[in-house]
Antibody, heavy 119, light 108 residues
């Protein structure tokens, strides 16, 4: 079955950096676009970034543009989110998600990984 | 950016009653709306996509309707496991993909 497992969440100081990973299994990872989303404590869902199946196209939310980078390694079935210049408002649970074939709604989500930004 | 507005923010319903949740888009998104359910401490679960198509394994008491700018999620007879937060999402015009602020369905 489809499984998405995020890792890499930690406590980091403002201005710091972190790399999140999302290990995918149970589907043909190399043929699907993938996304990162987040949810701040007690808040709603926020889309962050998308990467095309082959890594050739990337889109970002304005809130993270220039600070975060999405990437993937299809040989390892893994999605990444490199986060730099972290701010207090970046504190959230970060999810990776897979879209359903031919659409852009999310049929599978990981369990999330918590990023805490605090001095 | 398409803004998705959900109402009400909180809906108090008794078990067995019907719940009707609304989602309005700031511009025409055709039928490209999905609904998700999220329980405390869990990831979101896809309920409905293309405005009215139930995802695999979703009970028939969940139904979606609408097109253009007005969308509705209806839970015909609330079960105890349905008390949760529900989010709508548009995927007609992106980036960015956008979500509504959520409706919390609580026990009356």
């Amino acid at each position: 079955q489809v499984r998405l497992v995020e890792s890499g969440g930690a406590v980091v100081q403002p201005g710091g950096s972190l790399r999140l990973s999302c290990a995918a299994s149970g589907f043909s990872f190399r043929t699907y676009g993938m996304h990162w989303l987040r949810q701040a404590p007690g808040k709603g869902l926020e889309w962050l970034a998308h990467i095309r199946f082959d890594g050739s196209i990337k889109y970002y939310a304005d809130s993270i543009k220039g600070r975060f980078t999405i990437s993937r390694d299809n040989s390892k079935n893994t999605l990444y989110l490199e986060m730099n210049r972290l701010r207090s408002e970046d504190m959230a649970v970060y999810y990776c998600a897979k879209v359903e074939d031919g659409s852009t709604h999310f049929d599978y989500w990981g369990q999330g990984t918590l990023v805490t930004v605090s001095a | 950016e398409v803004v998705m507005t959900q109402s009400p923010a909180t809906l108090s319903v008794s078990p067995g009653e019907r719940a009707t949740l609304s989602c309005r888009a700031s511009q025409n998104v055709n039928i490209y709306v999905a609904w998700y359910q999220q329980k405390p401490g869990q990831n979101p679960r896809l309920l409905i996509y293309h405005a009215s198509t139930r995802a695999i394994g979703i009970p028939a008491r969940f139904s979606g309707s609408g097109s253009g700018t007005e969308f509705t999620l209806t839970i015909s007879s609330l079960q105890s496991e349905d008390f949760a937060i529900y989010y709508c999402q548009q995927y007609d015009s992106w980036p960015p993909l956008t979500f509504g602020g959520g409706t919390k369905v609580e026990i009356k």
